[in-house]
């Protein structure tokens, strides 16, 4: 039989083990956050504001650039038919495109954040978490033709005031300009 002191120095070694990932507070049990990429500002009441700051930091940590908001285009898509929104013209999309270095070459980051609602994509099927939140990416095109990777990221959000419609419903409005 097992003695008290042994299972005392199982139980401190289970104490000091690293805490599982944990997916965000609005709970995508499917969904893991990426270390690194995918930050949880939900139960931090925080906004969409803030969550772009956030996504912009990670994006200039993982590219080495110095991007700031004034740096993007703001696209706008029409979302009437979200029924639970009263904002018909709302940016939901931001594109950059920067000139940098990856390795050593030169070449042009391509940079994207979006805000995303899945809880009301019509038939609520999309592709990634199903939470709220600002998702970014970005890639590298060099000088001489090679793309890098995309890579991708998420900061959660309790909610968000507009969505992007799945791509086959997207209709950018024309009224779309960038508004800094």
């Known amino acids: 039989m097992t003695d008290l002191a042994e299972i005392a120095t199982l139980y401190a070694g289970l104490a000091n083990m690293p805490e599982p990932k944990k997916a965000f507070a609005s709970g995508d049990p499917s969904y893991e956050l990426r270390d690194g990429f995918d930050v949880d500002l939900a139960p931090s009441g925080k906004g969409v504001t ?15 650039l110095s991007l700031a908001l004034n740096d993007f285009e703001q696209k706008i898509y029409a979302i009437a038919y979200f029924a639970n929104y009263t904002s018909k013209n709302e940016p939901v999309a931001w ?3 920067k ?13 994207e954040m979006s805000m995303d609602d899945p809880t009301v994509i ?7 978490p199903k939470s709220p939140h600002i998702g970014y990416d970005f890639y590298f095109l060099s000088q001489s033709g090679r793309k890098s990777a995309k890579e991708t ?3 959660f959000l309790k909610n968000v005031p507009s969505s992007r419609p799945r ?3 997207a209709r950018l409005n024309p009224s779309s300009k960038n508004r800094t």
């Open 50 to 64: 803030d969550a772009l700051r956030e996504a912009i930091n990670l994006i200039n940590k993982h590219t080495g």
């Open 95 to 97: 594109l950059c495109d």
């Open 167 to 169: 791509p086959s419903e």
């Open 122 to 128: 019509k038939g609520g099927k999309t592709q990634g």
């Open 99 to 111: 000139e940098g270095k990856r390795d050593g070459e030169k070449g042009v980051w391509h940079v």
């Open 153 to 155: 990221g998420h900061v």
